[in-house]
């Protein structure tokens, strides 16, 4: 793959000179995020593009679980809740998380899976807003934010109202009788960001509450929930903030929300003093209450690895590092790949999450010839090839090397082969 020089002198150079593999070098040597790749254990010989999906394991999950398991569980026993502070550790992993999207540490607690979540924080916010009944949200959501409203719904019955708006006719929707807008704010298949501090002031003005999904912005863009005055958000541990698969979630509810907002699954990890053991529920002053059951201690410990690395990423810079990474393989791609894909992310890295979609109708073929080279992205249907671009583990080299072997899949017409054209039960 060479560098087209009359398609050089028509774009900026600096953008140029990143298209050959060792400009590409050059770009990772001044990395400031270079050295994080190092607290990853990636597999020899496979270019990871599915952080986004399930992120790659730090190296500190290896040593953190086998102490974890030997010492805090083996030895320790039950003594370990209090001695290992175990009980504590849905909220520090929390404060942690908290850092990396502009929220306070007692605003955010890691707890129960996403979608367990949102059916707890949707349910409270439309108790929370007597007389509203209406829950505004967009077609082509996340399935799951769909469903878990879908399921509220049937369980309220006329107490709940769903408006499935098209972006463009959001803010139309919002209205006195609505109690809430539900958004993700990165989308899951295109990657187009939504503006939060602006639907947030829309909602607000009109006194709805929002909740918004953090799950593929956490860790990939830089999210400052109280910039927006957001009012509730939830997220994923196991994609960008690399939890590890099945992590434990978490949300956030303002502080100026704890006191009024009370969780339909009023468990005793959320009560005021569990141990008491008294009989009559009464629900932690803070964030707490928004806990059910007993936390997973092994999830959540590998979540604290993975948390506490992208912690200590300047937030800035990832941000940097994800759109250029994005701006190049969209590049490379329609340089090497010319009218083959159609670009389903926005083109303008302003307006995109750490991810680009391509849709070709053969693009789960595709994507499988692709990962049996190793190169690892996704597919969701009915025709987007997914890549994510993890910016604390992804080179530009990476980038380099995944479209030369997209355009050698291609040319080749490898993607053919009878072995791509199952489909496995995970996508
Ligand atoms: C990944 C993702 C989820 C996942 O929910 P789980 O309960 O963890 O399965 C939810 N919402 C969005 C927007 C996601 O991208």
Redesign the pocket.
Known sequence: MSMDRAACAAVDRAACAALDRAACAALDRDDPLAAFREEFDLPEGVIYLDGNSLGALPKAVRSRLGDVVAREWGADLIRSWNTAGWITLPQRVGARIASIIGAGADEVIAAD????NLFKLVTAALAARPGRRVIVTEPGN?P??LYILQGVRDLLGDRAELRVMEPGGLEDAIDGDTALLLL?QVH?KTGRIHDMGRLTATAQAAGALTLW?L??SAGAIDVDLNGANADLAVG?GY?YLNGGPGAP?FLFVARRHQALLRSPLSGWMGHAAPFEFSDAYAPAPGIDRMLCGTPSILGLSALEMGVDIMARADRRAVRAKSMALGDLFIRLVEQECPGQFILRSPRDARERGSQVSFGHADGYAIMQALIDRGVIGDFRAPDVMRFGFAPLYVRHVDVFDAVATLKDIMDSGAWRGAAYQTRGAVT
Request: aromatic fraction near 14%; hydrophobic fraction near 20%; include cysteine.
């Open positions: 899976s996403t979608s367990v996340f799951t934010d993700t899951y999904d799950s593929h994923c994609k979630a």
